[in-house]
Every structure is written in structure tokens, then in C-alpha cells.
């Protein structure tokens, strides 16, 4: 088996970055941070929907060409998993983060035949231990 890495698989861009906010919510409403939400379809506190996708995108499309018509894993994040499985359905990429189907360790499958996206499944392979 090959490892490779590509940076295109990096979390997003986010100037929370480092900063707790999951655990303590409650720190979005210091005035420091209300420049950064004003606009959450965009988003306004990093980097882009459409940015997200497209380098996604790119790293998939990228990887299929490597291993042509075989099987490959790629690693990424949530927010970067869900906006690449929602480019890929042709969704809107802007969502509440609260329905995100991209849990610890879940696996999102993305089947190809050709050039074509024929199937979509998700599994949490570690959700009973």
C-alpha cells in the first residue's frame, strides 16, 4: 500500500482556528468576534463553501486518476468531507453544521463508474464500541 499526502485535504481555513468555541459557544458573543458573523452562508470567519469544494473536488478527482479504477482511502475533515459530499450531490454547500452526517472516524464512500458518480454511502464503522 502507498501513502501519499495532499495538501488539498487540510481543514478548512478559519480564523476560530485554536480557539475552543465548540465546548464554549458562549464566546461568540464577545464583540471581538462579531465581524467574522455576518455572513454564514459564505462563511464570513474563513475559508469559503466553494473553495472548500473545489479543492475537495480537485484532490478526488486527482486521486481516481492515481488509482484508476481501484480502490482509495482519503483522510480529510468534517466540514471538508461534508462540503465535498454535497458538491458531489449537487446540493447548496451552505448548512447547519448541527445535520452534518460526518462523525469521529465515520467513512463517506463516494463510487464512481466511468466518470460518473453512482453512488453515495455513509457508514460509522466504530459507532457500537
Excluded: K
Amino acid at each position: 500500500m502507498q501513502v501519499r499526502s495532499d495538501e488539498r485535504l487540510i481543514e478548512a481555513g478559519n480564523h476560530f482556528q485554536g480557539t475552543p468555541i465548540g465546548s464554549r459557544p458562549a464566546q461568540l458573543l464577545n464583540p471581538r468576534y462579531w465581524h467574522l458573523l455576518v455572513d454564514p452562508l459564505r462563511p464570513s470567519w474563513g475559508e469559503s463553501y466553494d473553495s472548500i469544494a473545489q479543492r475537495m473536488s480537485a484532490a478526488i478527482d486527482a486521486a481516481r486518476d492515481f488509482a484508476h479504477g481501484r480502490e482509495i482511502v482519503l483522510v480529510s475533515h468534517e466540514l471538508c468531507v461534508w462540503t465535498a459530499r454535497r458538491h458531489a450531490e449537487g446540493r447548496r454547500l451552505w448548512h447547519d453544521p448541527r445535520r452534518r452526517e460526518c462523525t469521529l472516524a465515520s467513512v463517506t464512500t463516494l463510487t464512481y463508474h466511468d466518470d460518473v458518480l453512482s453512488s453515495l454511502a455513509y457508514s460509522e464503522p466504530c459507532a457500537d464500541l
